[in-house]
């Protein structure tokens, strides 16, 4: 894995990272790791390899926040983690915490994603 520093002239890129539960996102925070499903792993490795840097926004399905973002790290390993208990989850991969807060949608309503028919994010 490569140290995250910006590079110039290379996209940054966003994603909103959904967990199933709040245990997923405390594990994540305090091991500085994450793991997602394989399909969702070749997006954020290429992500990764062709951006400066890639922002991970995190959100607990049925929530209504936002838990905090992050910086990946690292490209996704081979090494799985029995933390998250699921098989259908891929390696993990480093993530750095920058805000771990709750910040509710309705604070980010102005925010539109044109990749998904300018819906709200959240």
């Not at 992050?70 to 699921?86: L, N, V």
């Not at 709750?102 to 990749?115: D, G, S, T, V």
Request: glycine fraction near 6%; proline fraction near 6%; charged fraction near 20%.
């Amino acid at each position: 894995s490569r140290s995250p520093s910006p590079r110039p002239n290379m996209p940054v890129r966003y994603f909103i990272m959904k967990s199933s539960n709040f245990q997923n996102i405390d594990i994540s925070q305090q091991k500085g790791m994450w793991s997602t499903t394989p399909s969702n792993e070749r997006k954020l490795n290429r992500a990764f390899s062709e951006s400066s840097m890639v922002y991970l926004i995190f959100s607990v399905q049925g929530s209504g926040h936002f838990q905090g973002f992050a910086r990946m790290a690292s490209e996704t390993g081979c090494e799985k983690s029995q933390d998250w208990g699921s098989a259908v989850f891929g390696g993990v991969f480093k993530v750095e915490w920058i805000q771990k807060e709750h910040i509710p949608f309705q604070f980010a309503h102005h925010l539109l994603n044109p990749w998904n028919d300018n819906k709200k994010v959240q």
